[in-house]
């Protein structure tokens, strides 16, 4: 099992510019979400869903579009990048989001916009 | 927004030395994860605590769900480079939404 793959690794961005984070996951989870970590300030959920179909918003939405049409895949999509949105990206999946699963992160994106 | 707090921030100790690092809320959680994170990686789960006092022990390291439900605590015996990471607290309310605490950037000198 490769678990929770993400792509890319490092991406440059100017401002204005569109571009979509890959997150896929070989574990049959029904739970995925996206994360974002800027230093101070831990982990805050940009999307998650629960199923294929079903999405919903986190804590810190704005700017993000969510998709997932299969159980592996949850892309996020950044419509118009902003330099606010300079930060490392992380995708995570579990079984079923309960509070005592075990999530499993991938090695994360590091984008940065200028 | 329901907050998970997390003290100290920043540790740096000498190998062999004890620790410990807390995680605090002012809402009451079923249940609470330690996640540990190393440069470059995403987090790994430590733990998972359900149950008001519980203590469990991952070798050298001991994590107590306090008796109220509010907060927990992580303890390092005889600590040792490798522990060296961003200790991270996760809670979900009950939405949902795993919310993660701001981490304990733990530095072991050797």
């Known amino acids: 099992n490769a678990g929770v793959t993400q792509t890319p690794k490092f991406q440059v961005l100017k401002t204005g510019q569109s571009m979509t984070l890959q997150c896929a996951q070989d574990?049959?989870?029904?739970?995925m979400s996206w994360y974002r970590q800027d230093p101070g300030m831990g982990l805050r959920l940009i999307h998650y869903?629960?199923?294929?179909?079903?999405?919903d918003q986190g804590e810190v939405p704005n700017g993000y579009n969510v998709s997932r049409s299969t159980t592996e895949d949850f892309p996020l999509r950044l419509l118009s990048a902003a330099p606010s949105q300079t930060s490392v990206y992380f995708c995570?999946?579990?079984?079923?989001?309960?509070?005592?699963?075990?999530?499993?992160f991938g090695p994360g994106t590091r984008l940065t916009v200028l | 927004t329901q907050l998970l707090e997390q003290s100290p921030q920043f540790l740096s100790i000498q190998e062999g030395e004890n620790l410990t690092v807390y995680c605090n809320s002012s809402?009451?959680?079923?249940?609470l994860q330690w996640y540990r994170q190393e440069p470059g990686e995403g987090p790994v789960l430590l733990v998972t605590?359900?149950?008001?006092?519980e203590v469990k022990k991952l070798k050298r390291l001991t994590f107590q769900f306090g008796d109220a439900r509010k907060d927990s605590s992580l303890h390092i015996t005889a600590a040792q480079p490798g522990d060296t990471g961003l200790y991270l607290c996760?809670?979900?309310?009950?939405?949902?939404?795993?919310?993660f605490g701001t981490g304990t950037r733990l530095t072991i000198i050797p």
């Open positions: 995570a999946s579990s079984s079923r989001g309960t509070s005592t699963d075990t999530q499993y």
């Open positions: 574990m049959n989870h029904e739970y």
């Open positions: 869903s629960v199923g294929a179909g079903i999405t």
């Open positions: 809402s009451v959680f079923s249940s």
């Open positions: 605590v359900v149950t008001g006092g």
């Open positions: 996760a809670v979900n309310f009950g939405n949902e939404k795993l919310t």
